[in-house]
Each structure stands twice: as structure tokens, then as C-alpha cells.
């Protein structure tokens, strides 16, 4: 039995992974918070997550079921990781990470925490993008010299970061495959006098509305013929049960950095 706290027990995601916490009888959620001050704090746990009572009450801190936890799953902001991966650290956790949008440091200090613990970073924990992340390889080593890339975003309209994290994968994925480097052939967006499409760019189209969960496009387009590589989430509890499979597959895994990928068996 793995035992699991969640952080961010507000937020969508927060919700849907007590709540896939509780469809999955080989872990127990001992713990899940939020903010301090937060008018949930002290409120039961499915309650919040809209799955009835579950017998465990919501608070802002991990610390008095540190020992019954032995993975941590964080899905918050990026200015919480820092604090999130030192308490995994000072506590010998293992931990699952989904917050995308993270800058640089963020990444280093993610890198600097597997030397100590084992950690699951994916900017998706679906099962479908990340086979779509081994397809897209595909794709760009038969068609991706000559043909042009596109990834295509949608999400919901409260999303903080662009482009997704998802759709940064993608672009890593495609620009690794092609002996190319992200940083430098990415284009974020267009507009006024462009001049006509380089050849060895990796464009990138972000749509935010409503309630989209997630969708994700990879097209390469030649001259005659397009492929189009789509993946689209319907439920965030897809995004739920993937990470609880990778908290499961962490907890006895020694300190480093996996990705989904590993979980999976992908790699
Ligand atoms: N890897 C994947 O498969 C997926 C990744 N994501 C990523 O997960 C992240 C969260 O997404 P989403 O759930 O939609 O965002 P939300 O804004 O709904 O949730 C973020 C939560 O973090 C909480 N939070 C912020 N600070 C603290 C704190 N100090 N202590 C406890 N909780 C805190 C917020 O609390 P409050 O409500 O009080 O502000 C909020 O509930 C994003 O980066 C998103 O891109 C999303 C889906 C799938
Ligand atoms: O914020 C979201 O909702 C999502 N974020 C992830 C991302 O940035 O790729 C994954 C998923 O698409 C939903």
C-alpha cells in the first residue's frame, strides 16, 4: 500500500487526484493541503473533491502525517516547487511532479532535488501523449527534414502558462529527433510581415477557451501531404490516475529523475 499526500487539494487537479486516490485500492491518501488561511482548510477531503466523506480533513502542511507518506503528488504552481521538493527532502519522500511552466532555476532545482530523492516529472501524465510523444519521433524522422511543424494548444481559459508544457515536450521531442535545438528554431507566435515560413522552424499555436481540458496537435505539412498527430484529453482524472500509476511505481524506486515515460515502460 502506498500512502500519498497531495498539494493544491483545491485546485482541478488537486480534486481529481483524491478522488482517483480513492478508485485505487493499492494507495491511501494520508494527507492533502492547502493554503494557509485557506477557507478549506479543516474541510474533509472528498468533500472538497466532491466524492463524499473520505475521513480526512484538508490542512496546510504535510507535517503530522509525514510518516504515512510515501509520495508526495504536486500539481500547483511553479513558485511552490522550491518549498515542495525541500520538505520531500528533509523527509526522505519520493515525488510526483505535474506543474508545468517551469523557468530555468525551476528546472535546476528539480534536477538538484533527484540527486537526493526520487522524483516523476511529466508535463502529462496521460498514457495517449505520451505514446504520442514516441510517435511524433516517428513522424519527424521520416517526414521532419522537409516537411513543416506546427504544434497546436488548446486549454481551458484559467491556464497560467503558454505554450503548454505538453506542447513544449513535443517540441523537445520532434527538435531532439532532428539533431535540432529547441531554444533556437522555436517561433512563438506570428504576426504583421513574417516574411515567408524558415524551413527549420518549429512553430507553436496557442488557443485558450472555455473549458477545454487539453488538446494537442502536431502537424507536418509538405507540399502535397499533411500529418496530423492529435491527442485530446477529456477528463483531468486521465491526468489523475497517471500520476497515481507513477506515485505506485516511485515509491520504491532509489533517487533520481524519471520521467512517464519510465513508468510506462516506453523507454
Ligand atoms: N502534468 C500533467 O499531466 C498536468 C499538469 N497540469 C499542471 O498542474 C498545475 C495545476 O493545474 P490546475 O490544477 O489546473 O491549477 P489550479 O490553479 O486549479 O490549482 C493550483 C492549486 O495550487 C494551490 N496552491 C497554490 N499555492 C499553494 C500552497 N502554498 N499550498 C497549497 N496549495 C497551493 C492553489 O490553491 P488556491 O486554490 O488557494 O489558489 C490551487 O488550488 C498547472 O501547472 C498545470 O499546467 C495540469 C493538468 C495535467
Ligand atoms: O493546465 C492544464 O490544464 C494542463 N496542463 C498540462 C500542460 O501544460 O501540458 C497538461 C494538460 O494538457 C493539462
Known sequence: MTGIGVLGANGRMGRVLIEAASLDSD??????????????????????????????????????KAEDIDVVIDFTLPEMLKQNLSWCIENNKAIVIGTTGLNAEQKQTLEYAASKIPVVFAANYSVGVNLMLNLVRQAAKTMGHSADIEILEAHHRFKKDAPSGTAVAIGEAIADELGRDLKECAVYGREGDTGERPQQTIGFATVRAGDVVGEHTALFADIGERLEITHKASSRLTFAKGAIAAAKWLADKPAGLYSMQDVLSFN
Open 27 to 64: 494507495v491511501t491518501l494520508q494527507a492533502s493541503t492547502v493554503r494557509e488561511g485557506s477557507q478549506w482548510n479543516g474541510v474533509d477531503a472528498g468533500e472538497l473533491a466532491g466524492i463524499g466523506k473520505q475521513n480526512l480533513l484538508v490542512s496546510s502542511s504535510l507535517d503530522s
